[in-house]
């Protein structure tokens, strides 16, 4: 079962690989990761994407509040939260096809925020599963490149998650 | 007072209270050991790096303290790395000191630089690179902080040559601030009287103890709860130490080479109480297989040690110490259910006996070759209860666990999780400096010795008396006893086809060389030795192809076991 986490870090030097390394060494999937601080400077917030049964998601859990640079762990599984991606993606629109591209973009409610007279570049924020939706349509016109991400999340409420 | 990156290091280290360091010097570390030339630390010089970790980690175990080590950058600190894993898998405190190459020159591949937080991010409880002087006295603080809390383990702290040079004001930092880290102690009270309910509950209740209760001092409590509720108890190859051995409800080691009726109090037991133990596939066997009849309560100061093998149905989090005198307590509230309990597992305590009467731990003597567990029994039998006795990794450190029977608490010193071979005779040096008034046996294989022998010169240098018992078969028996029993006898690489003179290079290093190849000797050899006041080295030529029973076959349950016959 998927797994959306987020890990609340000493912004330190190193601590990206303790993470990545915990992961890797004891053989935990990760699908996707993305980090950046947060309001007070010296604590960063990961948003990571992973898979297992329950015995492994306790086992990742607790190994993420087992390092000592770890502040809080906050599984979002079976939680109201907010969830959002950011795409950009390079998709071939020539002559005949740019109406066609700019439509489905409108559909999507996404933004081109590059234009050549052979492409677009589109900027599209939303759940992973709508992100998807368009590069199903936008592939047949070829995408000539794509960088999404990651998800972030956010639980929904008035409470908030701090270190 | 301002003071040099080097001078913050040495006065930090005495406010931590360490007065021992081993160590080896270096370019890197240069400034550290021109300071130390002063300083009222002693220094212990082994002979390589890996053998002052282990060193360290001797100390540590035997003490309770925390193991310091100093080594030098890129190779000196690379080699530091089989005895930090060594110290990280059981859980030993311990703070490394490695030099590195100046901050400016970090990742341009300098002379001798190694990349030691990366290299030990997976076998350290944590690790610092000091990039500002202003970190380093909070540094060292909080490095034997985490080394010594919690689940215990070595922290490594990676300092730059130009840091140590660095002139700063020098103020020892009171207490630690650290967010992330908050171990729980304090067993939950509500979790403490369930599990006495399960416990007067239970038919047919075992105790399983592995390291954490030596590390956590609690083998009073231990003592007291066994008896108040008359449970067999059965240890790990780390705890041996923790419960003597000799106490009647002792049930030995249990696992791949465990005694029969520790296996089958295992496999048959209704309530299995895991105590400061992680479950091991060494314990455990097949996993499936293991204590299936039971309910398992797990009682660990580390909550990734729980449900980590196996499913848990009362998890404990807390020092062993705290949990285990509450337990006691909460029981001795009931004295009549207390009193039902031990009545109703009499029938139990008879089974388990049986066991031991049908299966006791043995082996067959003979009069024309000395049997490798004759050798141990008489090493017991001569040494003092206190002796600290350590091993290396193989037969010999079966036989030891098997066949030595602990009494006090660490006095048995011995790689269990990473099963490092050349531990011993380094350990040994450790525990020798600790308590220069005890008695230290190494107890070693032909193999395994040859892996830190250099370490003599250390114990000659510093007169420490430490014994050696070499039981050397001229294998790699205990890889040997593999290939005989599942590679159709075929010896590759395992016949040490060289035979040494041990005894020429003991006396090469100076210090004195006893053999023996005949059982009638075997005392009096071990008695000269324990005589002679310096080091001694003992090789004993046993029967060469004695193997370690029983044996739990990989893949197999622990009650599928191959018995002595």
Known sequence: MKHTISVLVENEFGVLSRISGLFSGRGFNIESLSVAPTLEPNISRMTLVTRGDDRILEQINKQLNKLISTIKVVDFTGEQYVERELALIKVTAEADQRAEALRIVDIFRANVVDVTPKSYTVQITGAPAKIDGLIELLRPMGIKEIVRSGPIVMGRGAKGVTG | ?565
């Open chain 2, 1 to 565: 007072m301002e003071l040099t990156g080097s001078q913050i290091l040495l006065e930090s280290l005495q406010k931590e209270g360490v007065d021992t360091v081993f160590g080896y010097p270096g370019g890197a570390v240069i400034n550290i050991y021109d300071d130390l030339f002063d300083s009222p630390i002693e220094h212990v010089l082994t002979r390589h790096e890996q053998a002052a970790v282990h060193a360290a980690d001797g100390y540590a175990r035997c003490t309770g303290k925390v193991g310091v080590v100093i080594a030098t950058s890129g190779p000196g600190a690379t080699n530091t790395v089989t005895g930090i894993a060594t110290a990280y898998m059981d859980s030993i405190p311990m703070v490394v000191i490695t030099g590195q190459v100046p901050t400016p020159l970090i990742g341009n591949d300098a002379f001798q630089e190694a990349d030691m937080c990366g290299i030990t991010r997976p076998c350290t409880k944590h690790n610092f690179l000091v990039q500002d002087i202003k970190d380093l006295a909070r540094t060292i603080k909080e490095a034997f902080y985490i080394a010594r809390t919690g689940r215990p383990g070595p922290v490594l702290i990676d300092l730059p040559k130009d840091i140590q040079v660095t002139k700063y004001k020098f103020k020892y930092p009171d207490k630690v601030s650290l967010r992330g880290y908050k171990p729980t102690y304090t067993g939950n009270k509500r979790q403490i009287s369930k599990a006495a309910k399960m416990l007067l509950d239970a038919k047919r209740p075992v105790f399983y103890v592995g390291g954490g209760i030596n590390l956590s001092a609690a083998n009073e409590e231990l003592v007291k709860l066994t008896e108040m509720t008359q449970t067999p108890v059965t240890t790990t190859l780390m705890a041996m130490s923790g419960f003597p051995q000799d106490h009647a409800l002792a049930l030995g080691m249990l696992g791949m080479h465990g005694t029969f009726y520790a296996n089958m109090a295992v496999t048959e037991c209704d309530l299995l109480v895991a105590i400061g133990a992680r479950f091991d596939d060494r314990v455990t066997g097949r996993i499936d297989a293991f204590a299936k009849k039971a309910k398992v309560i797990h009682i660990d100061i580390d909550p990734t040690s729980i449900k980590k093998n196996v499913a848990v149905d009362l998890p404990i989090v807390g020092d062993l110490k705290d949990v285990l005198s509450q337990l006691g307590a909460a029981l001795a509230e009931k004295p009549d259910e207390l009193q039902k309990l031990v009545s109703k597992t009499t029938e139990w305590r008879e089974t388990v006996d049986e066991w031991k009467q049908k299966h006791p731990m043995a082996y067959k003597h003979s009069e024309s070759t000395i049997k490798p567990q004759f050798v141990i029994e008489k090493v017991r039998e001569l040494t003092e209860d206190d002796a600290i006795i350590t091993t290396e990794v193989g037969q010999h450190q079966m036989w030891t666990a098997q066949f030595f029977q602990f009494r006090q608490p660490r006095t048995f010193l011995t790689s269990g999780g990473l099963g490092t071979m050349g531990y011993g005779l380094p350990a040994a040096l450790g525990a020798q400096v600790a308590y220069p008034e005890r008695q230290v046996v190494d107890i070693s294989g032909d193999g395994s010795f040859q892996m830190n022998s250099q370490e003599l010169a250390t114990l000659v240098q510093y007169k420490l008396p430490v014994k050696i018992v070499i039981l050397n078969n001229n294998y790699l028996g205990m890889v040997r006893q593999w290939q005989q029993m599942f590679f159709d006898k075929r010896y590759s690489q395992t016949v040490m086809e060289l035979p040494i003179d041990f005894i020429k290079l003991a006396e090469a290093y100076g210090a004195a060389g006893l053999q023996c190849d005949k059982v009638g000797d075997v005392e009096a050899t071990i008695k000269k030795a324990l005589e002679i006041p310096g080091p001694v080295l003992m090789e004993f030529k046993i029967s060469r192809e004695e193997n370690v029973l029983p044996m739990v076959p990989a893949g197999k349950g622990i009650h599928e076991m191959v018995l002595a016959s």
